[in-house]
Each structure stands twice: as structure tokens, then as C-alpha cells.
């Protein structure tokens, strides 16, 4: 009977091996011990690290049997941005536990608890404590402070964060991001840990997702919301005034400068230009990565108003229809909605 099995760490650590990875640890056999063994690795990427933290966190929660990490030491960027310490490996720093800077954001988890907590100790709404998060992932993502482009990646991305705390039931929301001045190529990751995009639209009767790839092309319509109805309800100080908008606006500026990955439940979709590739999923919640490529940003600066007119021009086709077909909705989508 084996009583131990060694478990090699990928040796780059990006989305694809990071998936694999966590595949890979759902097929072990239960076991006395593990050891998690990082002697080959040598590069892991913040979207992969989400990913990976948890998958391992699942596992130890699934096998209940200790596990031993191995050879890790050398490990310093994924020590520093809290890798470690954010699957329960007492080693680096603690998740937040640096400040970051316009080249990098350390991974963070943050509760709904403690998102709350903040926002009644500063006696400020949810959402303008998501909107600091939020300006420090768009300083990242469009390596600017201010700006149109800026200013509209920072209310999609608080929409997107403020929806976990208000929507999803996840208890938990983790984001990391990273810049890389050589490659010209940056990367914001977010990840949550709640019902699923599907679960949460189907609470709206004119939207009828039957599986988690249908729910993601309809969530990446401008206005979609859970709530029939609600995305004209909530007026907020943003350009981008209506709920529901987040995923569309962040989604179409990195199609256009970058890639965007979308996914939830067993399914996942990349976007990339007009180029819509389907994925293979297999973890919890809504996971999010966002790729810019630098040299491209300064071209989406004058391409705001047409994302702004293919918004209103679908809000005004969809009213009144009965429900949306995600298969119309996935050609739309590639035709730019126009």
C-alpha cells in the first residue's frame, strides 16, 4: 500500500500547467502523506497563483492529511507577493502584507466580513472601499494613474469586486497583479469563491443560461445583471452609470489591447481581438485575468466612445425581448454588437 506520495510544483507556473496542476491533485489517492516538492519551479504568474493556491487549498481540505512542502526557499517573488502564506505555508509574507506599486499588487484575500467591517468603520459604502482596491489594479493593468482609460478600468473592476460581496456568496475574493517592462505585458487576476456566474443570472427570468459556457457569454453583455431590471436602477459617479456594465467595458478594453479570460463552474472562454476560445474549467466560484499588452494602451484612449456606442446600441435592440439566446448573444459578441 503506497503511504506517501511526492508531488512535483510546475516548473512555470501559468494558467494552462496551473490547471493541470489542479487536476492532477484531484486524481491522487488518499494517502498518509503528501509532500509538495517546488525544487524545479522557477517562474508562477499571478493568475496561475490563484488558481494554484486554490487547488491546493481544496486538496489539503479533501485528503485532511498533512502535507509537507519541499525545496521552496528559492521561491522569493511567490514568497514576497504572499503565494505561500496564502495556502497556509508559514513562509513570506501574508497576503496584503506588502503594499505593492504601480509594477506589481501582492495577492490579497479579502472577506465579505472584513469588507464590511471597513466600510461600517469608515462609515463609507461598499463600494468606494472596493474602489480603492480597484484604482490600484487599474494602475497596474493601464500603468496610469488617471485618464479615460484608467477611470473606466476602475469603476469595471470595482462593479466586478463590489458584485462579489453583493451577489455571489462568496465569503472571499483574491486579486494579484503584475507588470513586466521587458515583455511590454501586464496581468490583473481576480478570483472569487461564491455560487458561479450561472447560479447568479439565473435569478433574472429574462436570462436562461443551462450551462456555465452559456452564463459566461451572457454575463459579458453590457447591462446583464442577475436582477431583471436592475441595470437601470443604481446611478453611480462613473461614465459607466449602470450596473451590469463592469464585465463588458474591462472585457472589450483588453480584447482590443490584450486578451481576457472569463470563467466559472467547467467552463471558461478566452477573448482575444475577435477571437473567442472556449476552455475547460473545473473550479468554484468566477476566476478572471485580465492581459494588457502595453505598446497597445495609448490606441485605446480614442476606442471609449465606440465600446460606449456598441453598449447602448445592444441596450436598446435587447429591450423588450422576451429573453437572450446565448448563441446570439456569442455572435453579437464578435461582431463588436453592432
Not at 505585458?185 to 450551462?211: A, C, F, T
Amino acid at each position: 500500500m503506497i503511504r506517501s506520495i511526492r508531488i512535483n510544483f510546475p516548473k512555470n507556473l501559468t494558467t494552462t500547467s496551473a490547471l493541470k496542476f489542479g487536476e492532477d491533485l484531484r486524481s491522487l489517492p488518499l494517502v498518509e502523506h503528501y509532500e509538495l516538492d517546488f525544487t524545479e519551479s522557477n517562474w508562477i504568474e499571478p493568475f496561475s497563483a490563484l488558481i494554484a493556491s486554490s487547488e491546493i487549498t481544496r486538496f489539503k481540505y479533501r485528503v485532511n492529511t498533512p502535507i509537507k512542502v519541499l525545496n521552496h526557499q528559492h521561491m522569493s517573488y511567490a514568497a514576497h507577493i504572499g503565494f505561500f502564506q496564502s495556502f497556509g505555508l508559514v513562509f513570506g509574507n501574508s497576503p496584503g502584507g506588502v503594499a505593492g506599486s504601480m509594477a506589481y499588487h501582492p495577492i490579497q484575500i479579502l472577506t465579505s466580513e472584513s469588507i464590511q467591517s471597513e466600510a461600517n468603520s469608515l462609515d463609507l459604502p461598499v463600494g468606494e472601499i472596493m474602489e480603492r482596491h480597484a484604482d490600484r489594479l487599474a494602475k497596474v493593468l493601464c500603468q496610469a494613474d488617471s485618464g479615460n482609460v484608467h477611470d473606466t478600468l476602475q469603476y469595471s473592476m470595482r462593479e466586478i469586486m463590489r458584485n462579489v460581496v453583493e451577489h455571489s456568496g462568496a465569503d472571499r475574493i483574491a486579486f494579484c497583479a503584475q507588470y513586466w517592462p521587458t515583455k511590454e505585458r501586464v496581468e490583473v487576476g481576480v478570483m472569487d469563491w461564491g455560487v458561479g456566474i450561472k447560479r447568479g443570472l439565473q435569478q433574472n427570468p429574462k436570462l436562461k443560461p443551462e450551462s456555465d459556457g452559456d452564463a459566461i457569454k451572457l454575463a459579458l453583455m453590457p447591462g446583464i445583471s442577475g436582477k431583471a431590471g436592475s441595470a437601470n436602477q443604481r446611478l453611480t459617479d462613473s461614465r459607466w452609470r449602470n450596473s451590469g456594465y463592469g464585465l463588458y467595458m474591462t472585457s472589450r478594453l483588453c480584447r482590443s489591447g490584450g486578451t481576457f479570460l472569463l470563467a466559472s463552474g467547467n467552463s471558461g472562454v478566452m477573448l482575444s481581438g475577435q477571437d473567442m476560445a472556449p476552455m475547460n474549467w473545473g473550479l468554484e466560484g468566477t476566476s478572471i485575468r485580465m492581459q494588457m499588452n502595453v505598446s497597445n494602451l495609448p490606441k485605446l484612449k480614442g476606442e471609449l466612445d465606440r465600446f460606449s456606442a456598441e453598449a447602448h446600441n445592444f441596450r436598446q435592440k435587447s429591450r423588450g425581448v422576451e429573453y437572450l439566446d446565448p448563441s446570439a448573444v456569442s455572435k453579437a459578441l464578435l461582431k463588436d454588437l453592432i
